[in-house]
């Protein structure tokens, strides 16, 4: 089992920035891919990026690419998706995710094992 516990949350005005964070504990996720999404109300959980632990490989979705940038630090078991230039449109719970082991970078919801609680982010216009 893999506990993850998201924090960083909170309310920002347009254009702001928020970083958050994604702690790790219980089985080793080196093998893992560990994943950030985001539900708005009314809305389907969405894809935002992916990392594999282990290094390199990355993605984001269309919508974040060039505002948002996902990065781990291995010593604090810990994700991070550092969040730049928000929008009003990235008003919504976001969830940390982690899959594996695997060998893709999965962007769909259930292709995911273990997910945190989620931390609520609210962008004003």
């Known amino acids: 089992q893999v506990q993850l516990v998201e924090s960083g949350g909170g309310l920002v005005q347009a254009g702001g920035s928020l970083r958050l964070s994604c702690a790790a504990s219980?089985?080793?996720?080196?093998?893992?891919?560990m994943g950030w999404f985001r539900q708005a109300p009314g809305k389907e959980r969405e894809f935002v990026a992916a990392?594999?632990?282990?290094?390199?490989?990355?993605s984001y979705a269309d919508s974040v690419k060039g505002r948002f940038t996902i990065s781990r630090d291995i010593i604090k078991d810990t994700v991070y998706l550092e969040m730049n230039s928000l929008k009003p449109e990235d008003t919504a719970v976001y969830y940390c995710?982690?899959?594996?082991?695997?060998?893709?970078?999965?962007?769909?919801?259930?292709?995911?094992?273990?997910w945190g609680q989620g931390t609520q982010v609210t962008v004003s216009s």
């Open positions: 995710a982690a899959a594996g082991p695997i060998a893709t970078i999965p962007s769909r919801p259930h292709e995911y094992d273990y």
């Open positions: 219980g089985r080793t996720v080196s093998r893992f891919v």
């Open positions: 990392k594999r632990w282990s290094g390199g490989s990355t």
